[in-house]
């Protein structure tokens, strides 16, 4: 199983993009999401997660209050809305899924990951 992140690319800082997540192949359902994020020489580090159902939600400090996590079952899709885009924003996501209900901030939490998606924010 794989969790294809797409949507990514290239903005001015203060703008907007919007993180799809579907899995691959498309049978995986009733599990947990997170998105992660990597820059360049460093550790690929956690933005957001969401349970299965979507009642609990976290985000990392840094994108508290501007990204928005979500899930449509009927669709099988994760989402991730980023807002107030920042050039320290700038890196490739990933979305992840882990086999529980629940999942937090841990990337050993999950056990599902794909090829992720580039995120460039300009000044």
């Known amino acids: 199983v794989q969790l294809q992140a797409s949507g990514g690319g290239s903005v001015r800082a203060g703008g907007s993009l919007r993180l799809s997540c579907i899995p691959s192949p498309r049978t995986l359902t009733q599990y947990a999401a997170g998105w992660f994020r990597q820059e360049p020489g460093k550790e690929r580090e956690f933005v957001s997660s969401i349970s299965w159902n979507g009642n609990r939600r976290n985000y990392a400090y840094p994108v508290k209050g501007r990204f928005i996590i979500s899930r449509d079952n009927t669709k099988n899709t994760v989402y991730l809305q980023m807002n107030d885009l920042k050039p320290e924003d700038t890196a490739v996501y990933y979305c992840?899924?882990?086999?529980?209900?629940?999942?937090?901030?841990?990337?050993?939490?999950?056990?599902?990951w794909g090829q992720g998606t580039l995120v460039t924010v300009s000044s």
């Open positions: 992840a899924g882990a086999r529980t209900l629940v999942a937090g901030t841990r990337r050993t939490e999950y056990d599902y």
